[in-house]
């Protein structure tokens, strides 16, 4: 039989629903949760997430900014702007829209974001508190949404052999943070791979949860799953597809036709983990309103 989809958009829904409750909760307190994106330079693929985070902001009821640089600025104008939304009270949640163009240096720019602030989850304090399992800093949305995705789907994580492959600062490594912990929704035993991995299918095949985050399209085939494992497909690729109206198509790092067949639930793409990274930045957002508010 083939595998249960998880909709990656029904769960952000509802996830929406309650982070737009949450929002009204604040607002009526006097406070609206609000999130700055800092844009540089005019890359195509950022300005439509952009413009997908504000309109998302707007519709939970949450105030947004988006900051337009020119590709041109300087590490010190991008950094003087970082300061002074961190020095901004209407502003609780900071992003600066990956990638940076190529003469700003990314690791500086994060560090410069206040942690309180940094609802993107990539600052040191954010990434150690992750791996301590230190609940009160932020998560990196997309693994975050991941395990949301795991615990809302009904997956059992305690004691099963998970297994993820990508070892991103962004995806594979917090990933790996969240389903090593003692917690809920967690206590896997985690397996990370990667490009120098010597024999890949030995550890996807092992995996009652197959996390796959290495952004090569159709990489994971049905043969590397084990039968009734749960895989989650991270990866969102464009490949060519002549029969489309636009020529080309999206598509997970998992090859979905064939791990079907063998999964007892999985993930599509679109429609995946991709709607849930959004949902987690406001929910994120929202939980820095709450705590610069003492809860
Ligand atoms: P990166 O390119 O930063 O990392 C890819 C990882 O996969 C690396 O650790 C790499 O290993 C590993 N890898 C590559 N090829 C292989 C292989 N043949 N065998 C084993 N491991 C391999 O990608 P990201 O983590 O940023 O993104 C991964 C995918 O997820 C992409 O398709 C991206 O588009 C998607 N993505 C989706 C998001 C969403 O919202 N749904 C958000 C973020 C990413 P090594 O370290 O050795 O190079």
Known sequence: MPAELIDGNVIARSIRDEVALDVAKLVARGIQPGLAVVLVGDDPASEVYVRNKGRACDEAGMHSVTINMPATTTQQELLAQVKHLNDDPAIHGILVQMPLPKHLDADVVIRSILPAKDVDGFHPVNVGKNL????????????????EMLARSGTVTKGKECVIVGRSNIV????????????????????????????LKEHTLRADILI????????????????????????????????????????????????????????PVPGGVGPMTIAMLLKNTVRAAEQSAGR
């Not at 230190?134 to 949404?145: E, H, I, K, N």
């Not at 749960?230 to 198509?249: A, H």
């Open 212 to 267: 796959v985050a290495a952004g090569k399209p159709k990489m994971v085939t049905g043969d590397m799953v084990r039968k009734g494992a749960v895989v989650i497909d991270v990866g969102i690729n464009r490949i060519e597809d002549p029969s489309t109206k636009s020529g080309f198509r999206l598509v997970g790092d998992v090859d979905f036709a064939s791990a079907r067949e063998r999964a007892s639930k999985i993930t």
């Open 172 to 199: 594979g490594k917090p990933m790996m943070a969240l389903m090593v912990q003692n917690g809920a929704n967690a206590n896997a035993t985690v397996t990370v791979c990667h490009s120098a991995t010597r024999d």
């Open 132 to 147: 301590i399992g230190d609940r009160d800093g932020f998560v990196p949305c997309t693994p975050a949404g991941v395990q």
